[in-house]
T-cell receptor, first 115, second 115 residues
Framework: AQSVSQHNHHVILSEAASLELGCNYSYGGTVNLFWYVQYPGQHLQLLLKYFSGDPLVKGIKGFEAEFIKSKFSFNLRKPSVQWSDTAEYFC?????????????FGTGTKLQVIP | DAGVTQSPTHLIKTRGQQVTLRCSPK?????VSWYQQALGQGPQFIFQYYEEEERQRGNFPDRFSGHQFPNYSSELNVNALWLGDSALYLCASSPYRDRVTDTQYFGPGTRLTVL
């Protein structure tokens, strides 16, 4: 069964620090990869996604992620975090079976940015 | 343009009862997926509906069932509730035509508490 691992459960950073959140998945076939963010009291929102092409993907709010197929990884990065980035971040993997989707989420990483 | 809407917002039930949760997809979306998000966990895929049929299913027992209506809205039914069903239930919608490069849009969720 496919699984998604997010190794950092809780990260605390000061403003302007750089961020890297790890995500590894276990499925060997073709996948689409996503990072979602959930700000306090808000819906899950898409940050960025990868489905083909350039393995370095840029998303909203200055976030980017790099797909490294050989490492089954899709780490999220931001060079300089802001207090408003405080949220929970979820990595997700989508694979297709019979033409329909099956999405697996990681357990999430809570990011706290200190002003 | 309304996004994904879910009702009710909160619900309290007792063990053994049955519950029905509702979801209206984003305008133009015909595929609806349901997820269970337990406290401190990432969303777990329950099932996906397209053209009024269940197309994919996660590892959930038959107590979890669903329905999709001709207007693409959907219901999630859970029978014989037990304490472990307490969670946030998320609905996500997407357009089937974009299933390869899919982006799911999530609703705010229904918080179910089983006492």
């Amino acid at each position: 069964a496919q699984s998604v691992s997010q190794h950092n459960h809780h990260v605390i950073l000061s403003e302007a620090a750089s961020l890297e959140l790890g995500c590894n998945y276990s499925y060997g076939g073709t996948v689409n990869l996503f990072w979602y963010v959930q700000y306090p009291g808000q819906h899950l929102q898409l940050l960025l996604k990868y489905f083909s092409g350039d393995p370095l993907v840029k998303g909203i709010k200055g976030f980017e992620a790099e797909f490294i197929k050989s490492k089954f990884s899709f780490n999220l990065r931001k060079p300089s975090v802001q207090w408003s980035d405080t949220a929970e971040y979820f990595c997700a993997v989508n694979r297709y079976s019979g033409g329909y989707q099956k999405v697996t989420f990681g357990t999430g990483t809570k990011l706290q940015v200190i002003p | 343009d309304a996004g994904v809407t879910q009702s009710p917002t909160h619900l309290i039930k007792t063990r053994g009862q049955q519950v029905t949760l509702r979801c209206s997809p984003k305008s133009g979306h015909d595929t609806v997926s349901w997820y269970q998000q337990a406290l401190g966990q990432g969303p777990q895929f329950i099932f996906q509906y397209y053209e009024e049929e269940e197309r994919q299913r996660g590892n959930f027992p038959d107590r979890f069932s669903g329905h999709q209506f001709p207007n693409y809205s959907s219901e999630l039914n859970v029978n014989a509730l037990w304490l472990g069903d307490s969670a946030l239930y998320l609905c996500a919608s997407s357009p089937y035509r974009d299933r390869v490069t899919d982006t799911q849009y999530f609703g705010p969720g229904t918080r179910l508490t089983v006492l």
